[in-house]
């Protein structure tokens, strides 16, 4: 089975530019959840949606930041302008909406602003 | 608020024990527990729900607290690949239904080492 898929796996980019992450969650999940991972702050939710409706983004840093669900089978997470302190790995995870079920991680976007 | 956990490192020999803590502020739902290696994703260990219960995966088990809401992961005769940075994350339960809500809040993470 095809787990959560996550592009582009390595971004670099300069201070300013828009930077765009996408993901792929496994069929047939209804949840999916946007994750940034620091040293510093540890794993972190950013966003997470239902049914391709955002339901809590109060994880979100600014308004630079904005996430999307356009169908079931994709998600973008986006940074416009980005910053130097923007710089972590991003992961993608999709879960069912059922009692006991786990999140299934995808393998991160390593994002770094120079 | 993000869980406690504690250690947050430790060494081990090939086949010694260790435990990892998962401590809450809030009342819980569930209790999930992941592991993590180097430039990788989280890996799923297990769940734990509301109720007590202890879970074991061959010689990974763990239990719950909810009364404490805290949360403990037992590794036995540990091996090398259970090296990796081990995750908790916890599951709020709502105050009115006290139904979860699917969304997670983890904790530092406490590295763990195991050598030969």
């Known amino acids: 089975d095809a787990g959560v898929i996550q592009s582009p796996r390595h971004e670099v980019t300069e201070m300013g530019q828009e930077v765009t992450l996408r993901c792929k969650p496994i069929?047939?999940?209804?949840?999916l959840f946007w994750y940034r991972q620091t040293m510093m702050r540890g794993l972190e939710l950013l966003i997470y949606?239902?049914?391709?409706?955002?339901?809590?983004d109060s994880g979100m840093p600014e308004d630079r930041f904005s996430a999307k669900m356009p169908n079931a089978s994709f998600s973008t997470l986006k940074i416009q302008p980005s910053e130097p302190r923007d710089s972590a790995v991003y992961f993608c995870?999709?879960?069912?909406?059922?009692?006991?079920?786990?999140?299934?991680f995808g393998d991160g976007t390593r994002l770094s602003i120079l | 608020q993000q869980p406690v956990q504690s250690p947050q490192a430790v060494i081990l020999r090939e086949g010694e024990d260790a435990v990892i803590n998962c401590s809450s502020s809030k009342a819980l739902y569930s209790v999930h527990w992941y592991r993590q290696k180097h430039g990788e994703a989280p890996v799923f260990l297990m769940i734990?729900?509301?109720?007590?219960e202890q879970k074991g995966h061959e010689k990974i088990s763990a239990s719950f607290n909810e009364k404490k809401q805290q949360s403990s992961l037992y590794l036995t005769a540990s091996q090398l690949s259970y090296s990796g940075t081990y995750f908790c994350g916890t599951e709020p339960g709502s105050q009115y239904s006290g139904a979860g809500s699917y969304q997670l809040t983890f904790g530092k993470g406490t590295k763990l080492s195991v050598i030969p």
């Open positions: 995870a999709s879960s069912l909406g059922q009692i006991g079920q786990p999140q299934h």
């Open positions: 949606f239902n049914n391709n409706v955002p339901i809590d």
């Open positions: 069929s047939g999940h209804d949840y």
């Open positions: 734990l729900l509301k109720g007590g």
